[in-house]
T-cell receptor, first 111, second 115 residues
Framework: SQKIEQNSEALNIQEGKTATLTCNYT??????LQWYRQDPGRGPVFLLL?????KEKRKERLKVTFDTTLKQSLFHITASQPADSATYLC??????????FGSGTRLQVQP | EPEVTQTPSHQVTQMGQEVILRCVPI?????FYWYRQILGQKVEFLVS????????KSEIFDDQFSVERPDGSNFTLKIRSTKLEDSAMYFC?????????????FGPGTRLLVL
């Protein structure tokens, strides 16, 4: 069956460190993969989109990698800040004109 | 910066009642979507809409649900006869180009509680 897996356990890190979040998928061949941020009670906010022919994408302190062989994307936040604390969602193109989301990983950055 | 807006922010209804959730997408966007998120669960796709018709719908989007763009700005989701399990946060989203190669912009959501 098709699955999108994100680490459901919260990730706790110290301010200033790099946070690395993982998105693994099975039985999909997405052409695109997106990362969103979601704060409690709010809608998802788009962060980055990466295409299957791109290995890496950067935006300010954010970096995303996309390994179609491993079927994995890694999302990095460098020099993390308490304001980065949120749930981060991975979303895939699953062959239809909509996104399929993972369950998200909650990041907590301690001051 | 343009944003998607949704009304109401909260809605409480009795089981079996009809509800209409309203959204105003970003003005130059042509593709519209509804998602829902049951408390503590993942964001789930319901339906996409383009050129005044449904493009895609999920298995969740059964005959109890309908969508409409009644004028040039609003996009609505109607649940005809609500069930307890319809309690969730409902998000509207819009994009300039078709998914999945385009950013989707989400609204703040409507929290629906069915009693």
């Amino acid at each position: 069956s098709q699955k999108i897996e994100q680490n459901s356990e919260a990730l706790n890190i110290q301010e200033g460190k790099t946070a690395t979040l993982t998105c693994n998928y099975t039985n999909y061949s997405p052409a695109y993969l997106q990362w969103y941020r979601q704060d409690p009670g709010r809608g998802p906010v788009f962060l980055l989109l990466i295409r299957e022919n791109e290995k890496e994408k950067r935006k300010e302190r954010l970096k995303v990698t996309f390994d179609t062989t491993l079927k994995q994307s890694l999302f990095h936040i460098t020099a993390s800040q308490p304001a980065d604390s949120a749930t981060y969602l991975c979303a895939l193109d699953t062959g239809r004109r909509a996104l399929t989301f993972g369950s998200g990983t909650r990041l907590q950055v301690q001051p | 910066e343009p944003e998607v807006t949704q009304t109401p922010s909260h809605q409480v209804t009795q089981m079996g009642q009809e509800v209409i959730l309203r959204c105003v997408p970003i003005s130059n966007h042509l593709y519209f979507y509804w998602y829902r998120q049951i408390l503590g669960q993942k964001v789930e796709f319901l339906v996409s809409f383009y050129n005044n018709e449904i493009s895609e719908k999920s298995e969740i989007f059964d005959d109890q649900f309908s969508v409409e763009r009644p004028d040039g700005s609003n996009f609505t989701l109607k649940i005809r006869s609500t069930k307890l399990e319809d309690s969730a946060m409902y998000f509207c989203a819009s994009s300039e180009s078709p998914m999945p190669r385009e950013t989707q912009y989400f609204g703040p959501g409507t929290r629906l509680l069915v009693l």
